[in-house]
Nanobody, 124 residues
Framework: QVQLVESGGGLVQAGDSLRLSCTAS????????MGWFCQGPGKDREFVAAIHRNGGSTNYSDSVKGRFTLSRDNAKNTVYLQMDNLKPEDTALYFC?????????????????WGQGTQVTVSS
């Protein structure tokens, strides 16, 4: 089993930045890549970004490309999502997820492990 814990959410104004963290514990060696998803009120869970465990491959949704940046510290089993130039439409509950497939995936169905989520609220 793998446990994921997110942190770093909060209430900010448009144009501000936040950095989300996701720390994994347990059988982390079974994870090929980590992803972030978000779910706004009344919306489906949406893909935000994913990073391979080697840190060299990343994928971003079009809505965050150029504003959000993924990185990871394997020594700490932690993945970071740097969120810059935040917009009110970024407001959502953000989830970290772990996937055992070798190729980066943007489908929430491919992710086996999920954190509890951290709330990001961006005011205009």
């Amino acid at each position: 089993q793998v446990q994921l814990v997110e942190s770093g959410g909060g209430l900010v104004q448009a144009g501000d930045s936040l950095r989300l963290s996701c720390t994994a514990s347990g059988r982390t060696a079974s994870l090929y890549h980590m992803g972030w998803f978000c779910q706004g009120p009344g919306k489906d869970r949406e893909f935000v970004a994913a990073i391979h465990r080697n840190g060299g491959s990343t994928n971003y949704s079009d809505s965050v490309k150029g504003r959000f940046t993924l990185s990871r510290d394997n020594a700490k089993n932690t993945v970071y999502l740097q969120m810059d130039n935040l917009k009110p439409e970024d407001t959502a509950l953000y989830f970290c997820a772990g996937c055992r497939l070798p190729d980066l995936s943007s489908s929430f169905r491919d992710y086996l492990y999920w954190g509890q989520g951290t709330q990001v609220t961006v005011s205009s």
